[in-house]
């Protein structure tokens, strides 16, 4: 695990509530305190969907894209919001980018925290694993992905702690 300062905060939420590159991600949870504190599960609820779609949907998390539009429509206006917290989640079918075959077998997800507090914007890292291992291979391969991910996007970071 690691923490990641974002450095520049406009940009990264610019990215992050009207860019695409987060569209991919899996929504865990989300919190936003603004007059009042709404919490958003990015759980999906199958039984909404006509039967035949439930055949196509293959993920039970709703991907950042389909949330996105109501967390800007929550956040935006003249003041910012006291904290917005995201639990966003690495979509399994492209873990091939992160992990070997070995290693995907052996971890159940891949975490995205974002936290943001006036006036900073917190990153942290995270992974799942069915069972305790001392080997920390998937958590510094997740770790080296994040950073070059935000900084391919340019994105820049300052690493808190590892």
Not at 19 to 42: A, C, L, M
Not at 107 to 113: D, E, G, H, P
Request: aromatic residues 12%; hydrophobic residues 45%.
């Amino acid at each position: 695990m690691i923490a990641l300062t974002i450095l520049d905060l406009r940009l990264f939420m610019q990215e992050l509530l009207k860019g695409s590159i987060f569209h991919p991600f899996e929504v865990r949870n989300v919190e936003i305190q603004t007059f009042t504190t709404f919490q958003i599960s990015g759980q999906l609820h199958k039984d909404f969907f006509l039967i035949e779609e439930q055949e196509l949907l293959q993920r039970n998390y709703a991907l950042w894209k389909e949330i996105q539009p109501f967390v800007f429509q929550m956040v935006k206006g003249s003041r910012l919001p006291k904290k917005l917290k995201l639990v966003l989640s690495f979509p399994k079918e492209e873990w091939h980018n992160v992990l070997p075959l070995e290693q995907q077998k052996q971890t159940s997800a891949l975490f995205l925290n974002l936290l943001y507090e006036h006036p900073k914007m917190t990153c942290t890292t995270g992974v799942a694993l069915p069972s305790f291992t001392l080997d920390k291979t998937v958590e510094h391969l997740w770790d080296e992905f994040i950073q070059s991910f935000l900084q391919q996007h340019q994105l820049g970071v300052e690493k808190i702690f590892s």
